[in-house]
């Protein structure tokens, strides 16, 4: 079945110590989305990619970047940790960006900072 | 701004009952699209039903529908029958019409438990 997948599924890094997050999509989407959720909090969009071309949210701390290598795989990376970015971070695709596709979701990847 | 309330953190419905969850949004926008997104325990987020604001006929899916008032900025979400499988934290969230702006703004969620 075409879907997103997320790797790892839960992650423990520790404090300072880069962590990278994959996202992997059989749908062949053009657009990769990272969100960050956070416990009983609604997701919150990090950045996006529609193909190559990176969009970053405004509020989103130099922290975090990404990577999009070809279609099929996005990359979270987070440079140096904190303990306030402990969190579930949310991958997911569409076909175009705009309010008629539906977003696709992975399962989430479960960050803990010790 | 634009905002999502879903002011209810918790709902508990019994089994083949029915329960509406609420929210309620702001924007300024005119041209937008509402949804209703499911997140089972420790599985991925699936999209329940979408409403588009310029059509007044209220969107349903199976066991799923939505109360769409445009006017008042509100839209429910209302399970029929219950199942075991609908304990779920859901999210209401809207998206405005923008293209490379255009982003989904959820609100905080609510869990919702089925008792059998």
């Known amino acids: 079945d075409a879907m997103v997948i997320q790797n790892p599924r839960y992650q423990v890094t520790q404090f300072g110590k880069p962590v990278t997050l994959s996202c992997s999509q059989t749908?062949?989407?053009?657009?990769m989305y990272w969100y960050q959720q956070k416990s009983s909090q609604a997701p919150k969009l990090l950045f996006h990619y529609y193909d190559k071309d990176f969009n970053n949210e405004a509020d989103t701390p130099d922290n975090f970047q990404s990577r999009r290598p070809n279609t099929s795989f996005c990359f979270l990376d987070i440079r140096s940790p904190g303990l306030g970015d402990a969190a579930m971070y949310l991958c997911a695709t569409s076909v175009e960006r705009g309010a008629r596709d539906e977003q696709y979701f992975g399962p989430g990847t479960r960050l803990t900072v010790t | 701004a634009q905002t999502v309330t879903q002011s209810q953190p918790e709902m508990s419905v019994q089994e083949a009952e029915t329960v509406t969850l609420s929210c309620t949004y702001d924007t300024s926008e005119s041209n937008y699209y509402l949804f209703w997104y499911k997140q089972p325990p420790s599985r991925q987020m699936i999209l329940v039903i979408r409403?588009?604001?310029?059509?007044?006929q209220n969107a349903t899916e199976n066991r799923f529908s939505v109360n769409f008032q445009k006017a008042a900025k509100s839209f429910s979400l209302k399970i029929s029958d219950s199942q075991l499988g609908d304990t779920a934290m859901y999210f209401c969230?809207?998206?405005?019409?923008?293209?490379?702006?255009?982003?989904?703004?959820f609100g905080k969620g609510i869990t919702l438990s089925v008792r059998p």
């Open positions: 969230a809207f998206i405005t019409n923008t293209g490379a702006n255009s982003k989904l703004t």
């Open positions: 749908l062949n989407h053009n657009v």
């Open positions: 409403q588009e604001a310029y059509k007044q």
